[in-house]
């Protein structure tokens, strides 16, 4: 007769005990796999865009560096008040087309005033700010050179675009009896008229190439950031279930927003740190078309107004950093040269009084703003002042961010380079 043998196996607890250390060991390697696929996600496009960011930093380091003066808008162009040009309606925080053609339009003394462009309008405030009342060297006539202004436009996957235009920089002027006081007397009153500017040969052109742009984009933060913010998918702005398809790789983040040292939410340029921040993400879109990578936060109570603009990424995406160095802007001798701070006096209107001493009017006499007024052979000269030109000495100039239902996601930058006047 044959002996039965025992075949041993496991039992049901030993299965269930096995199961869950190996359950334990596979959450473990997850937790490790988890973040280095989204380092290598990173790293992918990091490593794509390296040469792309490189010759970006090149191009922007190389055209500001030397830069004369730099103005720079952030989310808009605005007047030096903060008020959008060209908008709609006048109101508490924009001007309308009119009025922008009131304040910067006015190009002779007895001229209408000319509807300008937003971005002509903000090149014309530019001139008028640092350079009213110049003249070329060694001449009377009005200053005259080039200016440009870069548009990096970060709603439509940040092409940078460069205008350059022709100017001949503006004046003011007394003018005699050209208003009167509360009793109807006639009064002199200071006056200007405007920058004058012409699109140039060179016009406008995309700076970089298309095809930087065919399978990524970019979107540029001013300020220098090495950290990014991450965001539960419940304030983005659209439902997060068109994004995702519960990949736990995927998550959302922007560009850290920390306050600067002088307070203010979004970072400014200053001479030490004239940075841009800049996120590159694949061009990816959902079935509607729309894009999954980049979109905002929602304008709910975890929001502020200014906050819901600020551009939320989905994974993968890379955060590197545009440093520039502004050589003459940093200058010793940019920042103490007075040499600029006195421009041509000149006067429209018959005068009323006035001996004519040391560059004054002369009873009787009339005068035209377009000629600079002289003693003997010799151009009069006066210090201007700041209401002539506003930011004279100021090298660089950063105009406030846009509340949200104004802003355009742009970002700004007028300069001049001292070949160039």
Known sequence: MKKRKNLKGFTLIELIIVMAIFGI????????????????????????????????????????????????????????DGKLLNAALDSGNSMSKDTTAKYFGQITPNGSPIHLESEEAAVVQFIDNHYTNRLNPGTDERLSGKVRMLKIDNANGGIVTEYEYDFTAGYTYTHFGGDKDE??????????????????????????????????????????????????????????????????????????????????????FTPEMFSLSVMS????????????????????????????????????????????????????????????????????????????????????????????????SKTVFRKIEVSDAPLLNSRLCNHGKLEASLNDECIYIIYTLPEYK
């Open 25 to 80: 060991l596979m959450t473990a390697v997850m937790q490790v796999i988890t973040p280095l696929n989204k380092l290598s996600k990173r790293a992918s496009i990091q490593e794509a865009n390296a040469a792309v960011v490189d010759n970006m930093k090149t191009y922007l380091e190389g055209t500001l560096r030397y830069a004369d003066c730099i103005e720079v808008f952030n989310g808009g162009l605005t007047s030096n």
């Open 183 to 268: 009793d109807g007397n006639p009064i002199d009153v200071q006056k200007r008229v405007n920058t004058s500017i012409t699109k140039s040969k060179v016009g406008s052109k995309n700076v970089f190439n298309p095809v930087y742009y065919e399978d990524y984009s970019f979107y540029f933060v001013p300020g220098y950031n090495e950290t990014i913010t991450q965001f539960d998918t419940t304030v983005i702005d659209r439902d997060p279930s068109a994004f995702t398809d519960d990949n736990p790789e995927d998550y959302y983040a922007s560009v850290e927003t920390a306050k600067t040292p002088t307070g203010n939410v979004y970072p400014e």
């Open 281 to 376: 993400y694949k061009n990816e879109t959902d079935a509607s078309g729309n894009p999954i990578n980049r979109m905002n936060l929602k304008d709910d109570t975890t929001t502020t107004a200014d906050e819901s603009l600020i551009p939320v990424f989905k994974s993968p995406f890379a955060l590197s950093n545009i440093n520039m160095s502004l050589v003459n802007i940093n200058s010793v001798f940019s920042q103490q040269n007075t040499n600029d701070m006195f421009g041509a006096v000149r006067y429209h209107g018959s005068a009323v009084e006035g001996d004519g001493e040391d560059g004054a009017p002369v009873a009787g006499e009339t005068y035209s703003a377009g000629n600079v007024v002289k003693k003997g």
